[in-house]
């Protein structure tokens, strides 16, 4: 069919004579004017994903408590403050609700005037459902995800009856990394009160949000590029790359003898496109790629991430080596002190006043035979190698007052299961220091985060800060009043 509207205008039509077509259309008679192109490929999908015109209803995926698991992990979970901003006051002004999916369609976040949750709730306009064209036929947000284009559906270009008092708009927003499709942004309301200009205010909002992502990405690759780049130098000038965990290249010696982008998915060796293979290693963020060259001997990289975890395992050069909690502590200490430590300093830390050097002097002979010799070195006792540590990352970002890069760090307490003095002290020293951090910036993301560990959880202070903070509207506040 041919379309009389020019893509992306609005349709110049009332509500009557787009059920009209579409009546004529799905009974099969000559309409008096055609839809769209893009409504009409939708019809089409749709029909052929036997969507139900007349009583289709979206299929339900998530409840209630999946959603949320859903949405903390979501890449747009941190645009949506700016997504509030820019969109909700407007929404709930106009008598319409915005709201926010994932790329498959489901509805993950919806929020706007009360009157129109309402009516949207008896229409299965509710978070967990899945709004794909194959779920409930054409719809701004499924079509939207198919056409990876801003798209406005209204009245009765809804293939479903049920949607046709409805007029929505919606546009795709991308990951920056990757170029992917990750969700849409969409404003939905009742026809009698839909705006002309909805379309474009969506589409500027989708905008504002991959910059958002972009800038947060930005940040996320000079972070990783900084603590990473003495992993580069270790090569000692033999060509080399630093890739981010999707295989882009942050950094590279010599300059531009690499693409832009390597593929990681495929194992530690990588083709480069010129006949040479790659070495990749893994860092705690990212990756070290280096030529597989006979003679090239970079120097050890050893990776700590030793935040949150109860079986703790270090990473040299790539390879995993699992550790007894022992060992895992004086890594620790020996990364927390690169200026290396005696025997007796290493005691103390370990056991208290009671700890004996010749106890450490066996457990350290242990170490760097499990280890790697050459990685532990003597009198005193240091690491020597490019230490990429999760605890000490996050100690920078607490001195810097960077709350963001702090809070993303986080992945709970270090070696939670070591009682040795000298790790529990650090241990105790960054919590405090992590706690003392969000409550005092007054970040409600960096917080609602951190209100998700295990300490903040339990922590009453952390509850009463993000009620003062939140603001009412956000759905989040029901579930800080839910905690007991």
């Known amino acids: 069919m041919s379309s009389h509207v020019p893509p992306g205008a609005v349709p110049a039509r009332g509500a009557r004579d787009l059920a009209d077509i579409r009546d004529a259309v799905l009974s099969g008679d000559e309409a008096a004017r055609a839809p769209r192109d893009l409504v009409s490929d939708s019809w089409r999908r749709s029909l052929a994903a036997s969507v139900d015109p007349d009583h289709g209803l979206p299929v339900h995926v998530y409840d209630r408590g999946e959603i949320d698991d859903v949405r903390e992990s979501h890449p747009l979970a941190p645009v949506l403050p700016m997504l509030r901003d820019t969109l909700l006051h407007i929404a709930d002004e106009a008598t319409h609700m915005m709201i926010v999916t994932d790329a498959q369609g489901h509805i993950l976040w919806r929020e706007g005037h009360d009157d129109v949750l309402r009516r949207a709730d008896a229409v299965g306009l509710t978070e967990g459902t899945r709004w794909s064209e194959d779920s409930v036929g054409t719809n701004a947000m499924g079509t939207a995800l198919v056409e990876d284009r801003a798209v ?162 270090a990473r040299l050069d790539g390879r995993a080596v699992r550790l007894s909690l022992r060992h895992a502590e004086l890594l620790t200490l020996m990364a927390l002190h690169p200026e290396g430590m005696t025997a007796d300093r290493l005691a103390l830390a370990l056991y208290g006043d009671s700890g004996n050097p010749v106890t450490v002097r066996s457990e350290m002979h242990r170490l760097r035979v499990h280890v790697d010799a050459g990685v532990v070195r003597t009198q005193p006792y240091r690491l020597q190698a490019v230490v990429d540590a999760d605890f000490l990352a996050l100690g920078d970002a607490l001195r810097e007052g960077r709350v963001r890069d702090a809070i993303a760090l986080y992945r709970g307490e270090l070696l939670p299961t070591s009682d040795a003095p000298g790790i529990r002290d650090e241990r105790h020293h960054l919590s405090a220091a992590m706690r003392t951090m969000v409550l005092q910036k007054g970040d409600v993301e960096a917080l609602w985060t951190y209100a998700g560990t295990a300490e903040g959880r339990v922590d009453e202070a952390v509850r009463e800060r993000l009620l003062h903070l939140l603001p009412v509207t956000d759905p989040r506040r029901g579930r800080v009043i839910r905690i007991e």
């Open 152 to 313: 406005r559906i209204h009245s009765a270009e809804h293939l479903v009856r049920t949607y046709h008092s409805w007029t929505c708009a919606a546009s795709p927003i991308h990951d920056p990394d990757s170029g992917d499709l990750v969700g849409v942004v969409d404003i939905t309301g009742p026809l009698r009160t839909f705006h002309p200009t909805t379309l474009a205010l969506v589409v500027a909002a989708a905008r504002l949000a991959e910059n958002h992502l972009a800038t947060r990405l930005a940040i996320r690759d000079e972070r990783l590029r900084t603590r990473n780049l003495p992993h580069l130098l270790g090569l000692r000038n033999e060509p080399g790359a630093l890739l981010s965990p999707r295989g882009r290249v942050l950094a590279a010696q010599p300059l531009g003898w690499l693409s832009d982008r390597v593929d990681v998915g495929g194992g530690a060796r990588v083709p480069l496109g010129d006949g040479r293979e790659g070495l990749l290693e893994a860092l705690a963020e990212g990756y070290l790629l280096r030529l597989d060259e006979p003679g090239a001997r970079p120097a050890p990289s050893l990776a700590l991430p030793f935040l949150g975890t109860e079986r703790p395992e």
